[in-house]
């Protein structure tokens, strides 16, 4: 390899090195980008004045500062993941490291001051325009990683809480698919409250729960599951703040509760809509009342 070689012009990651990217992706990804679960017990423990705030019914505003610093915990994890999987391309695979090693020039050690910082500044450059598929493929993964996470750690917060209030239920992360599957029941619904062996026994004393960040067009498919499992209704717990009352109204229909934030649920336009409480009445009303059935607290 000779310096005077002409620096590779790439528009797509090679065949042969796709799926060792894709392998050290994932990799990279389970090792430095911690689970919700992980950083909503880490927020908890450093913020202990939630645990309070909940325990004295002041969820919904709890809720929504949780959901901030767990996901700014979550994209400093992120940056982390970006620098050592930007760093490990050179390590792991050919391409970047042939383009790298052609940039880098020995003598650079000997500059200093404002020399040194325009050579660097050229070689971060025309390393990162030269590697640009890698790194596209890098923003791709971060982007799918980011919508499945904010919905992650909605659901991990909830449990959170329910551990917190020492509620029993089951979801399907704890018990697995397969037997909410063998219940009939789809990946639509998230849990039961207060567990599986009260649903078999009397479905309409339990609560069965989805939960969603945002409802958009999603409700329907909470409806469409309804009607599949013949379920009596469904809690959908959402942070949406933007529902319309006909919308609402339309929900209302299909014999789904939402749960949402208690200046949403006692707007103006939904205080009359009775299947739209709020975290704080569905938390410390609605559970406890299926609670009691069960003989629980």
């Known amino acids: 390899m000779t310096k005077n070689q002409p620096l590779p012009v790439i528009t797509e990651i090679p065949v042969d090195e796709q799926e060792t990217f894709d392998k050290l992706i994932k990799s ?3 090792k430095y980008i911690r689970t919700s679960q992980e950083i909503v017990d880490k927020v908890f423990k450093e913020k202990p004045v939630y645990l309070q705030n909940i325990k004295n019914k002041e969820v919904s505003k709890s809720i929504l500062g949780l959901r901030e610093l767990v996901w700014n915990e ?4 992120e940056v982390n ?3 050592i999987l930007m760093q490990e391309l050179h390590t792991t695979l050919k391409t970047p490291q042939h383009i790298l090693e052609l940039l880098v020039d020995k003598k650079i050690t000997e500059l200093e001051g404002k020399e040194l910082l325009t050579k660097v ?21 971060n982007t799918n990683s980011r919508r499945s996470r904010a919905g992650k750690t909605f659901e991990s917060i909830i449990y959170k ?7 029993d239920f089951d979801s399907q992360s704890k018990a697995g698919r ?3 599957t063998e219940l009939g029941l789809g990946k639509k619904v998230d849990s039961i409250l207060p567990n599986i062996s009260c649903y078999e026994q009397r479905r309409n004393k339990t609560i069965i729960g989805t939960m969603k960040t ?8 909470v409806a469409e599951e309804i009607e599949r499992t013949k379920i009596p209704e469904i809690h959908l717990l959402t942070v949406d703040d933007e529902i319309s009352k006909n919308k609402a109204q339309e929900m209302a229909n299909h014999n789904i509760i939402v749960v949402a934030y208690d200046w949403v649920a006692n707007s103006e336009s939904l205080a009359s809509m009775k299947n739209i409480i709020s975290f704080e ?8 009342s299926i609670l009691k059935f069960w003989g629980g607290k």
């Open 28 to 30: 990279c990804r389970s």
């Open 74 to 77: 979550y994209l400093k994890d």
């Open 81 to 83: 993941f970006n620098v």
């Open 121 to 141: 500044r050229s070689l971060c450059g025309e390393y990162a325009g030269r590697v640009f598929p890698y790194i596209y493929k890098i923003s791709l993964s």
């Open 161 to 167: 809480v329910y551990d917190i209030l020492e509620y």
């Open 178 to 180: 397969k037997i909410f």
């Open 214 to 221: 945002s409802l958009r067009e999603r409700w329907q498919e």
């Open 281 to 288: 009445d569905y938390l410390f009303e609605e559970i406890p």
